[in-house]
């Protein structure tokens, strides 16, 4: 398998296939719009050949066995079925048709009522839309979530339309280092809680090699770096998808403040990173379809940089 960076690979569908995605959910309903997963599945299997060797090689190492075409067709679809369901989570800002089970709610708003703001560490370990559940179940609860809005901007595009009072809880990550540790620091100090992904890392971010699935894989470092120096709780979040309707959300307790001393940085780091790697990959084996990055997450044949010592460039 070739090993070009995730953001080497270009957004599916465009603009229009978005349009017409959005609308047939919206006017036709998720049991009709669910119909149009299969077609695109298979655009995807036949037409897309680095997603579909990626599906393979992930799912070979959580399964424990080779990865046959229907599993990774099926891997396919779970993702595609994902990315539409955000249509309704955000059009309608309503979360009723979905059956949605919370694991750790409690942990969560205890840790928020200390007042000391949070970092909630995810993935692209099945929906971080759900979260979004929290404005329903929760509305005190201030949630502002890291995202790069240049990545995909036909994804962008539609979500903004579907619901324009987003773009007040998104700190953009595709301003620069600077100007995403500002924002998750601003954000903190008003107490909120700060969403943002743990397991990617954009070209030139610092990373460390850590174990995954059997093999050493690039996690980014900065999310650590910043806890550190915000002192700041963190807690883990899965928003699994579990077929038809069903939703679990899972908030883990991490760290109650992250230490990283110069003198030790990087055997700590190497510490947080194998934890957080460690429960990643408890989840993804329970249900590996959820697993979402579709490039070579190891990355073997890839330098990457060493961390640097200062400011983190990137969250």
């Keep these: 398998m070739s090993n070009p960076h995730w953001t080497a690979r270009p957004e599916g569908g465009g603009h229009f296939a978005i349009w017409l995605i959005r609308s047939i959910a919206l006017y036709g309903g998720r049991p009709v719009a669910r119909l149009i997963l299969y077609p695109i599945t298979l655009y995807f299997y036949f037409r897309r050949k680095p997603e579909r060797e990626a599906s393979r090689a992930f799912l070979s190492r959580a399964l424990g066995r080779p990865a046959r075409a229907r599993d990774v067709m099926r891997h396919l679809h779970r993702f595609a079925g994902v990315v539409l369901d955000r249509v309704f989570l955000l059009a309608r800002d309503d979360v009723r048709q979905f059956q949605l089970d919370i694991h750790g709610l409690e942990l969560l708003l205890d840790t928020y009522h200390q007042g000391r703001g949070m970092l909630l560490l ?5 929906s971080f839309e759900i979260l979004r559940v929290l404005a329903r179940e929760k509305p005190e609860v201030q949630l ?3 995202l790069d809005k240049s990545q995909t901007p036909a994804v962008t595009e539609l979500l903004h339309a579907l619901n324009p ?3 007040s809880s998104v700190i953009d990550a595709s301003g620069g ?5 500002l924002g998750i620091k601003d954000a903190v100090e008003q107490g909120a809680v700060v969403a943002l992904l743990g397991d990617r890392a954009r070209p030139q971010e610092p990373t460390r090699r850590v174990p995954f699935l059997g093999e050493s894989a690039p996690l980014p470092v900065a999310p650590y ?4 120096v915000l002192d700041t709780p963190v807690l883990l979040c899965f928003g699994l998808y ?3 309707n069903r939703y679990e959300l899972h908030f883990e307790r991490f760290a109650e403040r992250i230490e990283i001393r110069r003198s030790e940085r990087n055997a700590r780091l190497d510490d947080w990173l194998a934890r957080y790697a460690a429960r ?3 989840h993804a084996r329970l249900d ?3 697993w979402f990055n579709f490039y070579d997450f190891w990355q073997s044949d890839r330098v990457e940089p060493a961390v640097a010592d200062g400011e983190p460039r990137r969250a």
Aim: hydrophobic share 40%; net charge positive; no cysteine.
């Design 144 to 146: 502002r979530v890291v």
């Design 280 to 282: 990643l990959e408890h």
């Design 177 to 181: 280092g600077t100007a995403i540790v």
């Design 165 to 167: 009072a987003i773009g």
């Design 288 to 290: 590996p379809y959820n």
């Design 122 to 126: 995810g993935s692209h370990l099945g």
């Design 225 to 228: 770096l910043i806890a550190s």
């Design 242 to 244: 579990r077929g038809g």
